[in-house]
C-alpha cells in the first residue's frame, strides 16, 4: 500500500503542478500588462504627468462664441437724385444691422447718429434706377454695410439686411 500512496502522491503532484504553472504564467504576463494599463489610464487621464511634475500650465477655458445680433436701424426716409426738371422721388428704408457679437448691442445705440448721417448722405445721391433689380440691390447692401463697419467700429459689422425698401 504504500507503493500505491506514493504513486497517488505522484500523480496528485504532477496534476497541481501544471495548474500551479499556468496561475504563475498568468501572474507573469498579466501583471504587466496591468501595469501598464494602469499606467496609460492615469497617463491619458492627466493624473500622472501631474504627480511627475510634467502636468505644465494649466489650460484656459474654451472660449465662448459669440452670437451674432441684429440691430435694428431708425426707419430713413430720403429724396433720391432724379436730376432737374424731373419730378421728386423718395425711398424708404428699414434696414437691420447685423454684427458679430450681440453682446456689443449697447453700443450701436452710440453710433446710431453716424449711421443715419452716412446712410443718407450716400442714398440722397443715388438715382431711382440705380436701385433696380438684384444687382442693384446688391451694390447697395455692400454701399451700406462698408459704412456701417466705419460707423459702428470697433463693433464687427458683418451685414445690412433689408427689411423694407419703397421708392416712389
Known amino acids: 500500500m504504500a507503493g500505491s500512496a506514493s504513486v497517488a502522491e505522484d500523480d496528485a503532484a504532477t496534476a497541481e503542478q501544471p495548474a500551479s504553472n499556468g496561475r504563475r504564467k498568468l501572474i507573469l504576463l498579466g501583471a504587466p500588462v496591468l501595469v501598464a494599463a494602469l499606467g496609460g489610464g492615469l497617463w491619458f487621464s492627466g493624473v500622472l504627468p501631474g504627480l511627475l511634475g510634467m502636468g505644465g500650465e494649466a489650460k484656459p477655458p474654451a472660449e465662448v462664441k459669440p452670437e451674432p445680433g441684429l440691430f435694428a436701424m431708425p426707419d430713413i426716409i430720403v429724396n433720391l437724385n432724379v436730376g432737374a426738371g424731373r419730378r421728386p422721388s423718395y425711398l424708404k428704408l428699414v434696414a437691420r444691422i447685423e454684427i458679430a457679437d450681440s453682446r456689443e448691442l449697447p453700443q450701436m445705440d452710440a453710433a446710431v447718429p453716424r449711421l443715419q448721417d452716412l446712410f443718407t448722405t450716400y442714398l440722397r445721391e443715388l438715382r431711382p434706377e ?7 440691390m446688391h451694390r447697395l447692401r455692400e454701399e451700406l454695410t462698408a459704412r456701417a463697419k466705419v460707423a459702428a467700429h470697433p463693433v464687427k459689422v458683418t451685414d445690412v439686411l433689408f427689411i423694407e425698401m419703397l421708392v416712389q
Not at 130 to 136: A, C, K, N, W
Request: hydrophobic share 30%.
Open 130 to 136: 440705380e436701385l433696380r433689380g438684384s444687382i442693384g
